[in-house]
């Protein structure tokens, strides 16, 4: 049975679905839930023409990033305020998807992550690849890949 879950959620259009199912899995496994953002690398989508300074994302970026993922909580907590008693915090990184939700997963010793079958376009599917397969095929604990329609009841 999990004990940290880690939600990893992109902040396209089922990016507030994946925070809701991901809340809803935390209470009824009763288990901590830590809801994860990470921002591309500017290159991945620019020609390779880094966009933002090199120190790393900037700070307005991962403000709202933080932003939006609090929001979508919320939301989830105001349609079940059973979900309020779930312990979960919020992370921003940068880098490339995939890699950096293994690698945080690992490092913090999640045991289970959850992440949506798909984010963003087509395009950037293409360049970045799919960030679900990717995690699936590489991390070290069990991942559950959320679709639409797959809700708890």
Sequence with gaps: MPRKMLVAVDLSRMGEQVVD?????AARLDVSASFLHVVPHPYLFKGYEPWVPREGID???????????????????AKNPELRHVECDIHVLE??????????????????IVTGY????????????????????????????????????
Excluded: M, W
């Excluded at 709202?64 to 989830?76: D, E, G, P, T, V």
């Excluded at 880098?95 to 997963?105: K, Q």
């Design 118 to 153: 798909r984010g963003h376009s087509a395009i950037e599917r293409l360049v970045v690849g799919s960030t679900a397969s990717t995690v699936a095929r590489y991390a070290h604990c069990s991942v559950l890949i959320y679709r639409p329609g797959s809700e708890l009841s």
């Design 59 to 77: 700070q307005e970026v991962s403000q709202i990033a933080r932003k939006r993922l609090l929001y979508y909580i919320r939301q989830s907590e």
């Design 95 to 112: 880098g490339n998807p995939g890699d950096v939700i293994i690698r945080f997963a690992k490092e913090h010793d999640y045991n289970l």
């Design 21 to 25: 199912y991901g809340l809803n899995l």
